[in-house]
């Protein structure tokens, strides 16, 4: 009498119906599963890192990323609490010590007007770190938002834009700066940070722009799509988190080029404005005495070119961890 096979036997079903080799596999795919992630001997608490875990563990390997930030971070406390490092008033004048060289006390010696260098140097540190900080937020905000929804929608919206951005493309910086601030008195950082998201938004938004059309055409958009997911659910739970990093980098390399653009406008008149103590007034100042002291000049270049410098190193870090072409 012939054997009788257990019809609830899955692989003996399978195997009888002439199921072929791919039956097979997903018979013993099937069991592998069953038996639980611990029977292969591999890892049960090891999960994939993300492209963010990646970035932030090569990033902490990094001496650039490690050296830019410390100086950073120094920045940002000088700008927020000046006085931990410099107890005097930077608008404080004796007229008797003008352009005297450094003395215990005074390191880096005094102006034209008497003024401590040092004390307006750590000073100078809040507006134009202040003035950078606020103008790529906004740069990044306004520009993110346009140029998502015109790659991610396309069509008119997506060819106004453009034509928009080509408008602002054509306007060169220095030049609209002379004549837009120009006629502005307000002696604050506001107009000068409202200048530079007008003019700044057009690159983040094409960068944003082109991110969002590779993104949408990907795999796990269009399986989202297909399990009946809106357009806000699919740009903003798909769409954005994998394409921001490229809008990340630019933010983070502009930051310094702001802060060097405020220091130029600055320098040329028309961009922050005294009593506002700030490194481009303070080179502008200092331009017409440079053989007869150039200590005011050197000090007040010296830290807007360490801090330029410092974010295009933060920015050059973060883009070499977020690209996958150069791990």
């Not at 630019?250 to 310094?256: D, K, N, Q, S």
Request: charged share 15%.
């Amino acid at each position: 009498m012939p054997e009788q096979s257990n019809p609830l036997d899955p692989g003996q079903s399978v195997s009888a119906a002439g199921g072929g080799g791919g039956f097979d596999l997903a018979a013993e795919e099937a069991g592998s599963l069953e038996k639980g992630p611990g029977h292969d001997g591999g890892d049960p608490a090891e999960k994939p890192r993300s492209l963010w875990s990646d970035a932030w563990r090569d990033l902490r390997r990094n001496p650039i990323f490690i050296i830019a930030a410390l100086i950073i971070l120094f920045l940002v406390i000088i700008s927020i609490w000046p006085g931990l490092i410099a107890t005097q008033d930077p608008l404080k004048a004796d007229l008797s010590k003008a352009q005297q060289g450094a003395s215990p006390g005074h390191p880096f010696g005094y102006d034209q007007q008497g003024r401590d260098v040092y004390t307006r140097v750590v000073y100078g540190a809040r507006a134009s770190v202040t003035v950078g900080v606020c103008a790529t937020l906004g740069v990044v905000l306004l520009g993110s938002v346009l140029g998502g929804l015109a790659g991610f929608f396309g069509g008119w919206w997506d060819a106004v834009l453009s034509r928009i951005s080509d408008i602002f493309f054509g306007i060169p910086v220095i030049l609209g700066g002379l004549v837009f601030l120009s006629v502005v008195t307000n002696s604050t950082v506001w107009p000068v940070i409202g200048f530079m998201v007008l003019l700044g938004w057009p690159q983040i938004a094409r960068i944003a722009r082109g991110s969002v059309i590779t993104s949408r055409e990907n795999d796990y958009v269009q399986a989202a799509r297909a399990l009946g997911a809106g357009n806000s659910r699919i740009l903003l739970r798909h769409i954005t988190p994998n394409a921001v990093a490229p809008v990340i980098v630019v933010g983070t390399i502009a930051l310094g080029t702001y802060i060097a653009l405020e220091a130029t406008l600055s320098y040329l008149g028309v961009g922050l404005k005294p009593p506002t103590v700030s490194w481009g007034i303070d080179i502008s100042d200092a331009s017409s005495q440079i053989r007869n002291a150039p200590h005011m000049l050197l000090w007040p270049a010296g830290a807007l070119s360490i801090t330029v410098l410092a974010f295009i190193m933060l920015g050059d870090a973060v883009r070499d961890a977020l690209d996958p072409k150069l791990r």
